[in-house]
């Protein structure tokens, strides 16, 4: 593992371990657990199978997006998805989206840099939808500062990323690009590997230059977001807890910002943390709001760890994981493969 990555990873765990600190320290941790013991768990295997089909509505919608380059079948998207979102959980450095990338390209036979591009298309519609719920939350609750300011930054990234890559799918990937003064600045090496896969990478955005097909996108992005949100409802039922429907903008938002911070494999304790302070706007506070944080977070992991590790052995891919881990790219791996 690279050092950069042995950095990510130590700074996550420290993270979640401080998240953990705090939450033991300012919650009664053995009413929690009592909580969870009086828990309707068919409320959380509901939950869990919702989150199943909003995997699959995120395959439905990345076959969209892939659509002007490639149509794969939705058995290969749903695995590649699952995969990916196993790796995210349990690989450290936030490895699961060179992951996921990398098993569609194994079978697709195409670029990794191409499925990357589709997956920053994704990462556009997920920040756009963030946006949509935060300003929704904007109208149910009073909202304190800290998450008035993430909203705005969070439009403003996900803006920009939006504008740099339309410029790069506007450029067709290269021209301006890979013979550009910022390649031109760079070490000869680097210089010459960025410039052969930013036109790889611009062809996995050939969807911006769709409207229909980037209208689909955006409808499957809508669904598939109000459906993995709707299992906040359903874990607030399990604890007889009457979440307000507007809740689940709300602490959609928190979660995923929560998340986005580094944190250990599977977002232990930062998970957890986010929860317990989006519900505390809604005045649930102390061990429910631990016990239901916890009983959100299984809902979450559960599917990719069953499914993602079925397709992981299916398909015969832990040694691979195993050199994506290490730093070894898509190329050499598939060499190694046919070795």
């Known amino acids: 593992m690279s050092r950069s990555r042995l950095i990510l990873l130590a700074l996550g765990i420290v993270l979640s371990a401080l998240a953990i600190v705090l939450l033991a320290r300012s919650i009664d941790i053995s009413a929690a657990m009592r909580a969870l013991s009086r828990a309707n768990m068919g409320w959380v295997v509901a939950g869990t199978l919702v989150t199943f089909v909003g995997y699959y509505l995120r395959a439905l919608r990345w076959r969209e997006i892939l659509a002007p380059r490639v149509q794969p079948s939705m058995a290969r998207l749903f695995s590649a998805t699952m995969v990916g979102f196993l790796a995210i959980n349990t690989l450290p450095a936030r490895l699961g989206e060179l992951v996921r990338a990398y098993v569609l390209a194994r079978t697709e036979k195409i670029p990794t840099a191409t499925v990357l591009g589709s997956l920053a298309v994704e990462r556009i519609l997920d920040m756009a939808m963030l946006g949509i719920f935060w300003a929704l939350s904007l109208l149910i609750a009073p909202i304190p500062d800290w998450f008035r300011w993430s909203g705005y930054a969070t439009i403003g990234i996900g803006g920009a990323i939006a504008a740099a890559l339309w410029g790069l799918h506007a450029t067709r990937g290269h021209a301006g690009w890979s013979e550009g003064r910022l390649i031109a600045l760079l070490p000869k090496r680097l210089g010459g590997f960025i410039s052969k896969g930013i036109p790889a990478f611009g062809a996995g955005l050939q969807v911006f230059g769709s409207p229909k097909l980037m209208a689909k ?14 299992v906040f409802l359903l874990v607030g039922l399990s604890l007889g807890l009457r979440v307000p429907v507007g809740a689940i903008f709300l602490l959609t938002f928190v979660v995923c910002l929560g998340i986005s911070l580094p944190s250990s494999p599977g977002f232990i304790g930062v998970m957890e943390g986010a929860c317990v302070m989006g519900l505390s706007i809604f005045g649930v506070g102390g061990p429910e709001a631990l016990a239901f944080a916890i009983l959100y977070h299984v809902t ?40």
Do not use: C, M, N
């Open 217 to 230: 996108a955006s409808a499957w992005s809508i669904v598939a977001w109000v459906v993995s949100a709707s």
């Open 300 to 339: 979450q992991l559960v599917p990719p760890l069953v499914l993602g590790t079925y397709f992981v052995f299916k398909q015969h891919l832990t040694p691979e994981l195993i050199h994506l881990e290490g730093g070894a790219d898509g190329e050499v791996v598939r060499k190694k493969r046919r070795q």
